[in-house]
């Protein structure tokens, strides 16, 4: 048996671009698919992740590592922090279609109370965001504070 969640994820990440810290808070969407076999969590935006593991936990961390690392091949490849936050954009608005599909569905299901999880349920129609911030200088005196939060789910309906 399959049954499909709408999820919104928030990852907060610190990357070098050129010598700058930069964060990066990202609210994505992701559909996680439950197979007898496993779990999915295929990317809705960004459309070009998907991981696989064998329960909801794995899988989540494969899909956050696999985020994390594009967004650090982003920044080495940036020649500037604009540039660096014109590529992410463009990285979380890359939408996988079929996936968004599947995703509208599955919140109407969870609107109408067919799909349960012990998630906080937000509005389906909130649209992906990110935003990257320079934090300050690479070896700066600064005192910066990097807050190493758990990635945050909740369901979309």
Known sequence: MTTTYPLFFTFTDTVTVRGSLVEV???GRVLAVQEDEGWWFYGVNPGDVAQSGSNSTEALAAFRKAYTE????LANKATTTAAFRRSTKRFLDATNEPNLKDWIE???Q?????????LPIENADIPPSIKVTVLGAKGSRQPLTFDKQQPQLAKAA
């Open 110 to 118: 969870v609107r109408a109370g067919k799909v349960k999880a012990n």
């Open 70 to 73: 594009i967004l650090v091949a």
């Open 25 to 27: 808070a990202t609210r």
């Open 106 to 108: 599955a919140s109407k």
